[in-house]
């Protein structure tokens, strides 16, 4: 790889599961530790996302699994859970 295009991904931080790259992703838009991003916490009730910060997420998530996530699926999204599972499908129609 070219170090000048070369990215940092959650990929590329050593972690290892759709979960835990999840983690990280919301951790980073949210700013706050991904350990606070379990599986079951509501992104708005609990961490506090915005309509800005689902926005982010929405783009991030897309960027660094390749996968295109609609409008409507992006609004159904209550848990960091509803993000890996929605991934998953996406994945699955590739």
Known sequence: ???ATETASPRSSGLDTLP???RAIVG???GISPDLATGSAALVADLGATSLDFVEL???VEDTFGVD???AEADRLITV???VALIVRER???
């Open 58 to 60: 929405v783009m991030a």
């Open 1 to 3: 790889m070219n170090p």
């Open 92 to 94: 699955a129609q590739r």
């Open 20 to 22: 835990a790259q999840v």
């Open 28 to 30: 980073s838009i949210l």
């Open 69 to 71: 996530i609609p409008d």
């Open 81 to 83: 859970d509803d993000l």
